[in-house]
């Protein structure tokens, strides 16, 4: 088998179809989120957490585990807020950014 001669000038059309990766700022945690998301890990907990989906409004680890069960409110909307509230608080406290849940409310109910 014999191979052409590499040509940067040939992959310019196939590069520009690929968009440029954007470097992820690095996590500066402090010493309490540290400690906060080894003890989660201790227990087995993925990070980050989020609002479970379903019938029943809970909080979630990162490998669909349920980590908390919210007592309902009445309304599916408002346990869904509050369980995204319950899991922002879990998020912040181990040092991770709020999670933007992109669907609309009226598709949680």
Request: charged share 20%.
């Amino acid at each position: 088998m014999i191979l052409s001669p590499f040509d940067p000038a040939e992959l310019a059309p196939v590069a520009a179809l690929i968009p440029p990766r954007t470097p992820e700022p690095p996590v500066a945690r402090t010493t309490e989120q540290f400690t906060a998301a080894c003890r989660f890990a201790s227990l087995g907990l993925g990070l980050p957490m989020r609002p479970g989906s379903g019938v029943l409004h809970a909080v979630v680890d990162a490998d669909e585990h349920v980590v908390a069960v919210l007592i309902p409110s009445g309304s599916a909307v408002t346990d869904r807020d509050r369980a995204a509230a319950f899991a922002d608080a879990l998020n912040a406290s181990a040092g991770f950014a709020r999670l933007i849940d992109a669907r609309p409310a009226a598709a949680a109910e």
